[in-house]
């Protein structure tokens, strides 16, 4: 079954900075979607980035990218340039191939705090 | 902005009360999606559509029931609340990543439940 852990519940970091965050998944399929999503507090979850597995480049969405190493099943988040409103909860989802549907299998969260 | 909309945002409700919560998108996605989440913590699929007069369980058990009438409208039903149906409710529509669509989620703002 799959599976996607994300190890760290809880990170901060002051404005400005870079900060990772990781995904590692469990699957043994080989043509897949992995997104990122965010939710700030009391609103609305939105899609940061999504990377297809069959892609062999990073995907990158301005100040977000993200380290795919399919081999080691991980998929990092890098925000550069920390800015306040990244503070949120960031969920790493991983989706199943068309057979099963295309469901989602989400990660537990990590909740990302920048500090002024 | 995401045109998925969900009634009520907040509902305080004593025990064994029937209540609906609303879920409306107009992007005519035929996915349609009810997760379960207390604050700060990961998401429970409870309830998922494929399409009109199409309702599947999600991995979470709830004691909720959902309908799918029309492709815009998808509604979630407690026919008697209880304290511990207290939590958060995201409704969210997608399209498959095939033909051009990424296989992203939209969700809406959520609707907070409190039951007393």
């Known amino acids: 079954a799959q599976t996607v852990t994300q190890s760290q519940p809880e990170m901060s970091v002051q404005e400005a900075e870079t900060v990772t965050l990781s995904c590692t998944y469990d699957?043994?399929?080989?043509?897949?979607?992995l997104f990122w999503y965010k939710q700030p507090p009391s609103r609305q979850m939105i899609l940061v980035i999504r990377q297809e597995a069959y892609k062999q480049q990073n995907a990158t969405e301005n100040r977000f990218s993200v380290n795919f190493q399919k081999a080691a099943k991980s998929f990092s988040l890098k925000i550069s340039d920390s800015q306040l409103g990244d503070t949120a909860m960031y969920f790493c989802?991983?989706?199943?191939?068309?057979?099963?549907?295309?469901?989602?299998?989400w990660g537990a969260g990590t909740k990302l705090i920048i500090k002024p | 902005e995401a045109d998925i909309y969900q009634t009520p945002r907040y509902l305080v409700i004593g025990t064994g009360k029937k209540i609906t919560l609303e879920c409306s998108q107009t992007?005519?996605?035929?996915?349609m999606y009810w997760y379960q989440q207390d604050p700060g913590m990961e998401l429970h699929l409870i309830h998922y559509s494929y399409g009109v007069n199409s309702t599947e369980k999600g991995d979470l058990s709830s004691e909720s029931t959902v309908s799918r009438i029309r492709t815009e409208h998808f509604p979630l039903t407690l026919e008697s609340a209880r304290p511990s149906h207290t939590s958060q409710y995201l409704c969210?529509?997608?399209?498959?990543?095939?033909?051009?669509?990424?296989?992203?989620?939209?969700f809406g703002e959520g609707s907070r439940l409190t039951v007393l």
């Open positions: 699957t043994s399929e080989n043509n897949y979607y």
């Open positions: 989802a991983f989706m199943k191939p068309i057979y099963s549907n295309y469901q989602l299998i």
């Open positions: 969210a529509s997608s399209e498959p990543p095939t033909g051009g669509d990424t296989g992203e989620l939209f």
């Open positions: 992007m005519g996605h035929d996915k």
